[in-house]
């Protein structure tokens, strides 16, 4: 973890523990509920944070965790669920996950009139001509594989809570548009976008996927893969494709991890490509969904291995410790499609919400399995 004490650290559930909470603590150090960046916003890069810190008050019952999470939410939600919040993407609907533990917790109606809210984007979202999301307005005809997680455990939350029936198809059904439209059958991965219209620079005239597998949009695809199979009965009719899809991701992720790191690279095929370089976030992402999907019985021991030597190289090389501190490097800032210049030469940042997040996400899904 950045030093000599901590390099040869095994990971235990006790290390993955201690790693969510120093993550999580650093940036609650950091930043009050309202500057949490960017500040004052219903953004998705709070809420992946903020799902971590879900995930360890749901552990260990410390309050603190909640508190911060509330108090983000109740920044921004008034008394009567009224919120400001971009409506012509699917990114605005991925916080609206946190409405459901405070719903629960409080009983306070507020929550629930805010999840009607958010509900109702999907009625109004563009779509393609075969009925795939668009993932924003100013992206027409467009699919990425960010929207699935965006989008798709809310929706499921809400037929839970609400009993409104119909909201898993929708679901199932965007999975498997993606899943026919982007899925390479050579690497098993899928690429970042899909545009239908063929427009972008980058789309292929014949399959209007864009050319590369950028790290952190297959993570957000695996993460929603098991976020979904979480939320649907394991009798549901469509789970056993959605696990084959899962099984299938990560036999492919297996494939392209750094034998010498653990870690995966920006363009996860391309590890052999001098510019490109590993990436901090998808390396989260991938050990969270190979985690949860050893949890959940659907693969071996032997690929949960991976997702502890990939917890390792986070470890060794991009997480350091001072204290009580800690500091997350090698996380790619925020990204649109391109092509494979455009993605090599986005910057990095330190203790980025996208990556904190998804470290305190893979550090409590294999705090769980060890």
Same mark, same amino acid.
Request: aromatic residues 12%.
């Given at each position: 973890?950045?030093?000599?004490?901590?390099?040869?650290?095994? /990971?235990?559930?006790?290390?993955?523990?201690?790693?969510?909470?120093?993550a999580?603590?650093?940036?609650?150090?950091?930043?009050?509920?309202?500057?949490? =960046? =960017?500040?004052?916003?219903?953004?998705?890069?709070?809420g992946?944070?903020?799902?971590? *810190?879900?995930?360890?008050?749901?552990?260990?019952?410390?309050?603190?965790?909640?508190?911060?999470?509330?108090?983000?939410?109740?920044?921004?939600?008034?008394?009567?669920?009224?919120f400001?919040?971009e409506?012509?993407?699917?990114?605005?609907?991925?916080?609206?996950?946190?409405?459901?533990?405070?719903? $629960?917790?409080?009983?306070?109606?507020?929550?629930?009139?805010?999840a009607?809210?958010?509900?109702? *984007?999907?009625?109004?979202?563009?779509?393609?001509?075969?009925?795939?999301?668009?993932?924003?307005?100013?992206?027409?005809y467009?699919?990425?594989?960010?929207?699935?997680?965006m989008?798709?455990?809310?929706?499921?939350?809400?037929?839970?809570?609400?009993?409104?029936?119909?909201?898993?198809?929708? /679901?199932?059904?965007?999975?498997?548009l993606?899943?026919?439209?982007?899925?390479?059958?050579?690497?098993?991965?899928?690429?970042?976008?899909?545009?239908?219209?063929?427009?972008?620079?980058?789309?292929?005239?014949?399959?209007?996927?864009? =050319?590369?597998?950028?790290?952190? $949009?297959?993570?957000?695809?695996?993460?929603?893969?098991?976020?979904?199979?979480?939320? *649907?009965?394991?009798d549901?009719?469509?789970?056993?494709?959605?696990?084959? $899809? *899962?099984?299938?991701?990560?036999?492919?992720?297996?494939?392209?991890?750094?034998?010498?790191?653990?870690?995966?690279?920006?363009?996860?095929?391309?590890?052999?490509?001098?510019?490109?370089?590993?990436?901090?976030?998808?390396?989260?992402?991938?050990?969270?969904?190979? #985690?949860?999907?050893?949890?959940?019985?659907?693969?071996?021991?032997?690929?949960?291995?991976?997702?502890?030597?990939?917890?390792?190289?986070l470890?060794?090389?991009?997480?350091e410790?001072?204290?009580?501190?800690?500091?997350?490097?090698?996380?790619?800032?925020?990204?649109?499609?391109?092509?494979?210049?455009?993605?090599?030469?986005? =910057?990095?940042?330190?203790?980025?919400?996208?990556?904190?997040? #998804?470290?305190?996400?893979?550090?409590?899904?294999?705090?769980?399995?060890?």
């Amino acid at each position: 973890m950045g030093n000599s004490e901590t390099k040869s650290s095994i /990971v235990t559930a006790d290390v993955a523990l201690e790693m969510a909470e120093k993550a999580a603590k650093t940036v609650m150090n950091s930043f009050s509920t309202r500057e949490l =960046p =960017p500040a004052n916003e219903w953004h998705y890069h709070q809420g992946v944070y903020l799902y971590g *810190l879900q995930r360890i008050w749901e552990k260990i019952g410390n309050q603190e965790y909640f508190q911060y999470l509330k108090g983000y939410i109740d920044n921004l939600v008034d008394d009567e669920g009224n919120f400001l919040f971009e409506r012509d993407q699917l990114d605005s609907i991925q916080v609206g996950i946190l409405l459901y533990p405070l719903l $629960s917790a409080t009983s306070d109606p507020k929550y629930k009139k805010a999840a009607h809210k958010l509900r109702g *984007l999907y009625f109004t979202l563009n779509q393609t001509k075969e009925g795939g999301f668009w993932h924003k307005d100013k992206y027409p005809y467009q699919m990425w594989l960010d929207g699935l997680f965006m989008a798709g455990p809310f929706a499921l939350m809400y037929q839970q809570a609400f009993h409104e029936q119909g909201l898993d198809e929708m /679901v199932l059904f965007q999975e498997k548009l993606m899943r026919k439209n982007m899925k390479d059958t050579k690497t098993g991965l899928l690429y970042h976008a899909y545009d239908e219209s063929r427009r972008m620079q980058w789309a292929n005239e014949d399959t209007g996927c864009s =050319p590369e597998f950028w790290g952190r $949009s297959v993570g957000w695809y695996g993460t929603a893969l098991i976020d979904i199979l979480d939320l *649907l009965p394991e009798d549901h009719q469509g789970s056993g494709e959605l696990i084959q $899809s *899962l099984q299938s991701l990560i036999e492919s992720l297996v494939k392209y991890q750094d034998l010498e790191t653990g870690l995966w690279y920006q363009i996860v095929d391309k590890g052999m490509e001098e510019d490109n370089w590993l990436e901090s976030s998808c390396s989260s992402l991938f050990i969270y969904t190979i #985690a949860r999907a050893f949890e959940k019985g659907y693969i071996s021991d032997n690929q949960l291995e991976v997702a502890v030597r990939g917890y390792q190289g986070l470890l060794d090389h991009m997480i350091e410790i001072e204290g009580d501190k800690l500091t997350m490097k090698g996380i790619c800032i925020g990204t649109s499609a391109g092509v494979y210049d455009y993605y090599v030469s986005r =910057p990095v940042s330190e203790n980025d919400l996208h990556g904190v997040g #998804a470290f305190i996400l893979a550090s409590m899904a294999l705090e769980k399995v060890l």
